[in-house]
């Protein structure tokens, strides 16, 4: 019998994801839970086969959780079902060592034999998303560059970031400005989305 967690914060999405699975002879859902935090505790406590686990919930992320049970050595296979096709999580899932990065719009089925396949020592990555893991590009950010970013996301001021950061504010200016040459785009803004989607912040 396979033992899953379901870790989803759409309540209807969880609800269907539960109802089918439990239908296989071979599946038995242990716990459903709304928040990464919560994720966590169940895969503790219940020590399931393997966690569905979905990208952005309350608390934790999926990808904050994954990291987590591969630092605290935790046997649960882990599996990430999302609507972002973006190269960036997919890379960041990989870092993390997940066992399968499926999109949500892939048929029922084909999560039902994903699940078998990791189960199996397998590992699976939506057909959709596979050719990005050989094109994976290169992050031509500096720490500083991301550091600053990251607070700029955070939605510090420059005045702010050079405070926390010990630098002059002309430095952080300076800073930004490279980052937004590096990543070619016209704004901070743009320049924090586009390093977000590629999974460099």
């Known amino acids: ?17 539960a109802s089918l699975l439990q239908l296989e002879d071979d599946i038995d859902i242990v716990a459903q839970v709304s928040d990464g935090g919560e994720a966590l505790r ?21 990808l904050e959780v994954a990291a987590s049970v591969r630092r605290s050595g935790l046997p649960c296979k882990i599996m990430i079902v999302t609507t972002f096709a973006r190269p960036g999580y997919l890379q960041q899932a990989m870092d993390a060592s997940v066992d399968a990065y499926l999109l949500k719009d ?4 084909f999560l039902i034999e994903a699940i078998r396949k990791v189960m199996q020592g397998g ?27 990251r607070l700029a996301a955070d939605g510090a001021t420059t005045r702010q970031i050079a405070g926390s950061l010990y630098l002059t504010t002309g430095t952080v200016r300076n800073y930004l400005s490279s980052a937004i040459q590096k990543l ?3 704004t901070r803004h743009h320049a924090i989305q586009k390093a977000k989607d590629r999974g460099w912040l």
């Open 123 to 149: 590992r699976v990555v939506s057909p959709y998303l596979a050719a990005s893991l050989f094109t994976h590009e290169a992050n031509p950010l500096t720490e500083r560059e991301q550091e600053v970013l």
């Open 42 to 62: 169940m895969i503790e406590a219940c020590t399931p086969d393997l966690c569905l686990l979905d990208i952005e919930m309350p608390g934790l992320t999926g």
């Open 106 to 109: 892939e048929p029922i089925e």
């Open 184 to 186: 070619e785009v016209e």
């Open 1 to 17: 019998m396979i033992r899953i967690v379901i870790a989803e914060d759409q309540h209807m999405l969880r609800g269907a994801f």
